[in-house]
């Protein structure tokens, strides 16, 4: 199977499903809960399509680059840009818009509403994620070459989450239920259709390079936590743009800062 015959398949058809029911229920005046419509979510949606595109571009050419991953070139068109071809690009976009349009499908039936503010939860759970991170680091830097392809994934996904959880885990524990309904139907989902373009062979990981650990006798396990990590990072970003609560949270961070600097401004001139 062709690149694009994947991208076709197994995000545009369900992206144009989920548009279609968005659009249903807009028509049954079916809203997203006041506490998690605070943006326009195709605007959230395109936030995560540009960080996307900006934030693993370098990182996906490098494992190109390195062969850690390699693709059929006779099964894409041959337009690429650095090593990448054009529909590794252009999953880079589809994968946020699907996961967005999920995402938001899940908010247009809850009712839950922040209650709690859990500054330990924050605390802890990016100290857990550091730990990690290190550890991983520690691997590339080692260079431990069966666990290559596992400690990039980690080194390049940690650090955004971590900055997602340092900001608001509590606003996400809040909304479990739906970030358990994001996560983990998703990843299942384009873990599953990964397994079929890897038994295809329109990409291809390098053994040398991956614990080979495969799930289902063909999906390495770095390609299931690949799509963990990448839909943790659209689930998290998206609803923590769309909660109410985020932008209260913001609003009195930057309040707070600004009283700051006040107090400073005004003590360095007396």
């Known amino acids: 199977m062709s690149y694009f015959g994947f991208l076709l398949r197994f995000l545009i058809i369900p992206i144009i ?9 807009n028509r049954r005046g079916r809203p997203v809960n006041v506490t998690l419509n605070s943006w326009p979510i195709w605007s959230a949606i395109g936030l995560h399509v540009l960080i996307a595109l900006v934030y693993t571009t370098p990182w996906d050419n490098y494992l190109v680059a390195t062969r850690v991953w390699w693709y059929d070139p006779a099964l894409v068109t ?23 349009l999920w ?13 709690i503010t859990n500054y330990r ?7 857990l994620l550091t730990i990690v991170w290190l550890t991983t680091a520690v691997i590339l830097i080692t260079n431990w070459q069966p666990g290559t392809y596992l400690a990039l994934e980690l080194v ?40 079929l373009a890897i038994n295809w062979g329109t990409w291809t990981i ?15 396990i ?17 609803l923590l743009v769309m909660a109410e609560a985020s932008h209260q949270r913001l609003a009195k961070t930057v309040a707070r800062f600004a009283k700051s600097g006040e107090r400073f401004t005004k003590s360095f001139y007396v």
């Open 78 to 100: 041959g337009i690429t840009f650095g090593w990448v071809p054009i529909e590794e690009y252009t999953f880079f976009i589809l994968q946020p818009i699907l996961g967005g």
């Open 156 to 195: 390049w996904a940690l650090p955004p989450i971590m900055l997602q959880l340092g900001f608001g885990a509590d606003i996400l524990w809040q909304h479990r239920r739906i970030v358990l309904l994001s996560i983990v139907p998703l990843t299942l989902y384009l873990s599953a259709a990964d397994a």
């Open 206 to 220: 390098d053994p040398a390079q991956s614990l080979n650990i495969f799930l289902g006798g063909i999906l390495p």
């Open 121 to 127: 939860l924050r605390i802890w759970s990016v100290a």
């Open 222 to 238: 770095e390609e299931f936590i690949f799509f963990l990590l990448t839909n943790t990072l659209i689930t998290f970003g998206v």
């Open 17 to 25: 499903f989920l548009v279609g029911l968005a659009w249903w229920d």
């Open 103 to 115: 995402l938001h499908l899940l908010m247009r039936n809850t009712n839950y509403e922040l209650r």
